[in-house]
């Protein structure tokens, strides 16, 4: 009977771990998708209206999404290790927004005046990494619970961007750009709590009742999120939603190039799976609602963001499966 090398056992071993990657984030990315259905049928059924949406993603912002990032976060047993790793998360997952944003102004830098390109520098970094991202990271690495919190540290990161570039983006007006916005949110303070109770060991002393309630809010929050964007959907013209061509290319950036970009610039560095893992997944993620919520603030471009949201939600269903290929 032949007797197999350490090299081949390897391989396979190796091509096992990639294939339940593939097969772990293709069935997530799915479920999440599924979520969309029962907000596009109460959309055409014409039991919700779109009206609506904004007491729903109030419900989102200041309730659910809060509540699954205190949950990530107490999970942890605290230890300087994890500490600087989060630390080392945010700085790395903002540098390379940095550079994503940076990148794509100076290749459009000639067109700027026009809103579309200056949505592109945002909409192709930017992505939904707390309500899409947390559950497949967990899937992924069940048994490594600070998988979920790089995906809340991502978030953070992605705040800054958001309030600062993203708002001078969507408005064309610098007097728009909050610092304060930039750190004083749902999301700031909320890691920041998190946080705080992980120092303080909050894991062994926090009562089972309070846990608990964190735990269900986190698990309302993703088909939370995705009925929303179904109810959005069912409002949406299909023609429109698919017919638009410069939708593709922002997808493309969003779900490929960017992600793409973010591994190549870690592989120098000796990073851990897990952490090496969160920077592919997170950066792929769909395009993040706070786009379309900035739009939609400042009246302007909320139909190109809402297109940007849904187009890539639905294509991420083949290009995220794929990346995991690279884990």
């Known amino acids: ?68 990032f205190l949950n990530a976060v107490i999970a942890l047993d605290f230890s300087w290790e994890l500490t600087w790793k989060m630390a080392l998360f945010f700085i790395i997952t903002l540098v390379t927004m940095v550079i994503g944003v940076g990148a794509l102004f100076l290749l459009f830098r000639r067109h700027m005046q026009e809103f579309r390109y200056r949505m592109m520098t945002i909409a192709s970094v930017l992505g939904n990494a707390g309500f899409f991202g947390l559950p497949i990271m967990q899937s992924l690495f069940p048994d490594a619970p600070i998988a979920a919190v790089y995906s809340c540290v991502y978030c953070a990161s992605m705040n800054v961007i958001a309030w600062t570039v993203g708002v001078f983006t969507v408005t064309g007006d610098k007097k728009h750009i909050s610092l304060k916005a930039a750190f004083v949110n749902p999301t700031m303070i909320s890691l920041s709590a998190g946080i705080l109770l992980y120092a303080l060991g909050a894991k062994l002393w926090l009562p089972e009742l309070v846990t608990g309630c964190f735990g269900t809010l986190s698990k309302m929050s993703t088909p939370l999120c995705m009925f929303v964007l179904g109810i959005r959907l069912g409002t949406m013209s299909w023609k429109r939603l698919f017919g638009t061509p410069f939708v593709y290319g922002i997808a493309l950036c969003k779900l490929l190039l960017f992600p793409l970009l973010c591994y190549l610039l870690t592989l120098p560095f000796p990073l851990d799976p897990v952490f090496r893992a969160g920077v592919l997944i997170l950066s792929a993620t769909p395009c993040a609602s706070i786009i379309l919520n900035l739009a939609e603030m400042h009246g302007n471009g909320q139909e190109l963001a809402a297109n ?20």
């Not at 940007?308 to 884990?327: D, E, F, H, K, Q």
């Open 308 to 327: 940007c949201a849904v187009l890539t939600t639905l294509l991420s269903i083949v290009t995220i499966p794929l990346l995991s290929l690279l884990l």
């Open 1 to 68: 009977m032949p007797v197999k090398r350490p090299g081949c056992i390897l391989a396979s071993w190796k091509e096992g771990v990639t294939l339940a990657a593939f097969q772990i984030t293709f069935s997530n990315v799915l479920l999440s998708l599924l979520y969309l259905l029962p907000g596009v049928l109460i959309c055409k059924a014409k039991l919700v209206r779109p009206e609506h949406m904004g007491s729903i993603s109030a419900i989102l912002l200041y309730i659910c999404g809060p509540g699954m």
